[in-house]
């Protein structure tokens, strides 16, 4: 059963740090495209961060240079790396992969992944 888990949300003030992880099963997420979503309420849920199996990476605009993805293919693990986080980085984080090489244009839809994860909550303060 193919699986994504994130865990390592939670309530941090601005200016601080947290590590999202999103465990897979069921597949070799290293074989797949796998990227971070976030969703704020009353919102459009948006691509944040993608890497794919050619490991060339996207980021959100508003998110270049404090964050980084990751990951860990003997964990079968993808990290995403929130460093001085913003009151506006608040939201639900989801974990999508796909079993094709994507390329990324400016931004990333949420159509074109397959699998999805719960997602873990993040919560920044002022």
């Known amino acids: 059963q193919v699986q994504l888990v994130e865990s390592g949300g939670g309530s941090v003030q601005a200016g601080g740090s947290l590590r999202l992880s999103c465990a897979a099963s069921?597949?070799?997420?290293?074989?797949?495209?796998m990227g971070w979503f976030r969703q704020a309420p009353g919102k459009e849920r948006e691509g944040v961060a993608a890497t794919n199996i050619g490991d060339d990476t996207y980021y959100a605009d508003s998110v270049k240079g404090r964050f980084t993805i990751s990951r860990d293919n003997a964990k079968n693990t993808l990290y995403l790396q929130m460093n001085n986080l913003k009151p506006e980085d608040t939201g639900l984080y989801y974990c999508a992969a796909d079993p094709r090489n994507l390329g990324f244009g400016s931004v990333i839809h949420r159509t074109v992944f397959g699998v999805w994860g719960r997602g873990t909550q993040v919560t920044v303060s002022s």
């Open positions: 069921g597949f070799s997420s290293s074989r797949y495209s």
